[in-house]
């Protein structure tokens, strides 16, 4: 386990320690529905019980439920944190959602000497020839854990187990009162899956700088003008050019085109402009945009469009 004056020593230069140095940031990564937003507020809450300083704040659009959300805490044990932009390079970055870790650059400034804490289903050795680095790596099955003792795969409360046993900055036991003022009558089973994952998770230490994967993230290329015929413009799919939007579904459309009559009305509809006309005159979803929403279900007459479940 570690705690300030390890992860200091990792990330402060030669010299006076200045506040700057003394300030751990950390970075949550999670999908809308998760509780990233709610993890950095705990966290900074039972630092704040410990007698530190800490700040706990979001980043994300008017997006729904499923998007790709970013939560920052900054915690100092001494001095007040005056500093309020987002998190660029964190001590710690957490990852609620595994899928995140192949569509995003979720280490995106990890310091050399810091923590990258994930919920994956998959063994540590497993994954440390994809993500380890420069950094501790730490890995824990939260959804498993937040299924066995939650009944749903919400895994913020187990997620700060994992964090509060590998990065050391709170005492697993300053963060049962938080977890009871948040949750209430549903508090003692957050409380049991955080201490789950204290007990269960699993780390490694860092490996040679240099040693860590170049990953690239799959992205649309979108014709140029000298490609277009006269008169058509490129709009990109809301912004899913960024996000790849087609991560966040848990359903998707399927055409039924023994009964569609072609009127298009799925097309207009589509509020991320993701349904295409095919060369026949039919219609299909490109489910790199699609998020689920459903409105091309609801709005077609001959009820020739169902909405599937991800598997």
Known sequence: MRGFESLQGC??????????????????????????VTSAEL????????????????????????????????????????????VTHPDIVVVLDPGLLYVTDVTSGLKQG???????????????SEFGGPWMLAAIDAAAIARE??????????????????AGLVELESLVEPIHERFGPRAKNNIDACRKAFDEVASAEPVAVGSEQRRTFPSEVLPSWRELLPGFIVAEAGNASQYRTGDWRSQHPEFDYQK?????????????????????????????????????????????ITMVEET
């Open 11 to 36: 990330f402060r230069k030669p010299g006076k320690l200045t506040e700057k140095d003394k300030t751990i940031e950390i970075r949550w990564h999670g999908r809308g529905g998760q509780g990233a």
């Open 114 to 128: 810091g923590i990258l804490v994930t919920n994956t289903p998959k063994r540590l050795v497993d994954i440390t």
């Open 149 to 166: 003792i939650l009944g749903i795969p919400i895994v913020n409360t187990t997620m700060l187990g994992a964090v509060a046993k590998v």
């Open 260 to 304: 569609c009559n072609k009127c298009g009305l799925c097309y207009i509809f589509c509020p991320e402009g993701c349904i295409e006309l095919k060369e026949d005159g039919y219609f299909e979803a490109n489910l790199y945009y699609c998020k689920g929403c459903g409105i091309c279900d609801h709005e077609c007459p001959k009820d020739a």
């Open 43 to 86: 966290l900074a809450l039972a630092a704040i019980d410990e007698g530190k300083f800490a700040q706990a704040f979001p980043s994300f659009g008017p997006e729904r439920r499923g998007a790709p959300v970013l939560a920052f805490n900054r915690i100092n044990r001494d001095s007040p944190i005056r500093v309020r932009a987002a």
